[in-house]
């Protein structure tokens, strides 16, 4: 993808930073350093710096060597300055140039994207979505990512931020949602979601359930995963949560054909692992809840790149399609 050039991609999360050296779709070598999330915002940055110092002294390779710095982050940034606006789950990244502050440090170019813009550029480009000229990308996971990619190229809007898609409500008296408004797609399906719809139905319910089981009766070890599992063994609750989340889903992605009439739906992120539960019930409803005659064409496909797609889509950055 990036013509055999080498690039370092990082991936700042709410837990750790990822960051890669990526030759073509390779990535050679990662380091993983804790995100100082609370910190101060220079002690983000310390951290970030380290990580680059870190990847080239283990890959031997020298500054000159990298062909660009990609960075991806979540959370509102401006693609075009390069600057980290602010970031909901990492309070330490606000108002950073990390564009600027990281070119003056390593005189390479750089450039950075929102996290979920990125990874759906580099299903696009050689995931999942590769061949598709239209591609929409979501990923569930604590939240909910997503990107639309045309021809190649991230679609970013006026401003190089649209498609928050995960904040388009489909209830307006819905459940309260991290932005403030309500009945967001991720106040429904993202995975804190889909955790705290499983913990009230357990509270509520009459019948034992064999996810309490799985987590030794501490409803605090309730994860998406563990929902999986027991909905894979047939467990009655787990199955109409994960029955709830296809509905929500597809009310949502049927708008998003709506919208965008994609060639292809990527799902990635934790809650795509529940892989046969999902998928087929996902390629079943959305097409009734979008108007286009020919949504059921839409193909919705789990994302291939799963592990590194954070460190692949900085690096994607820099493709040229
Ligand atoms: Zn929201």
New binding site residues.
Partial sequence: MSDGRTIIGIDIGGTKIATGVVCGTRVLERVLLPTPADRPKEEVLHQVFASVDLILERTGHHIEEIDGIGVVAPGPLDPRTGKVLYSPNIPALRDIPLARLMRERYGRPVLVENDANAAGLAEALFGAGAGYAHVFYVTVSTGIGTGVILGGKIYGGRTGMAV?A????IDYEGPL???????????FASGTAITRRTKEKLRQARAPSHLLDLVAGDLEAITPIVVGEAAQGGDPLALEIVEETARFLSIWLGGMINIFDPDIIILGGGVSQWGDLLFPRLRQLTPTYSILPRAAEVAIVPARLEADVGILGAAALFATP
């Fill in positions: 928050e995960g904040h388009v409500t949602c991290n932005c403030g408004h309500r009945g967001c797609i991720e106040a």
